[in-house]
C-alpha cells in the first residue's frame, strides 16, 4: 500500500492482526492498556500502522502457522518492536 496516498486497509480487518499477533505472542493488548503498559492512543497507532503495512498476507500466514507463544512477531512486522517489549514484559 501506498502511505504517501494515504491508502489504508480495512480498520477492522487490521484491529484484528494487530490482537492476533499480540495474542499469539501472549500479549492481551486489553490487559495491557489495563496495566498502564499501553495506552489507548498507542493502540490506536498499532491498528494504524497496521492499516499502513503490505505484508497482510504474510502475516496472515505466520498466524496460521503458529502453534505455541511466539517469541517474536512475524518478519517485516511494522509494530513489532512495540509488541515484543510488551511481550517481554509478561
Known amino acids: 500500500m501506498d502511505v504517501m496516498n494515504n491508502e489504508l486497509g480495512d480498520p477492522e480487518l487490521h484491529f484484528w492482526l494487530t490482537r492476533s499477533v499480540a495474542?499469539?505472542?501472549g500479549v492481551n493488548l486489553s490487559e495491557a492498556m489495563a496495566c498502564n503498559q499501553l495506552s489507548p492512543?498507542?493502540?490506536s497507532t498499532?491498528?494504524?500502522?497496521?492499516r499502513a503495512?503490505?505484508?497482510?498476507?504474510?502475516?496472515?500466514?505466520?498466524?496460521?502457522?503458529?502453534t505455541?507463544?511466539?517469541r517474536t512477531a512475524p518478519v517485516g512486522c511494522i509494530n513489532s518492536e512495540v509488541l515484543e517489549a510488551l511481550a517481554q514484559r509478561h
Not at 46 to 50: K, Y
Not at 53 to 66: D, I, M, N, S
Open 46 to 50: 498499532l491498528v494504524t500502522a497496521c
Open 68 to 70: 505455541g507463544i511466539a
Open 23 to 25: 495474542r499469539t505472542m
Open 53 to 66: 503495512c503490505a505484508l497482510v498476507e504474510t502475516c496472515k500466514h505466520w498466524l496460521g502457522g503458529q
Open 41 to 43: 492512543q498507542e493502540y
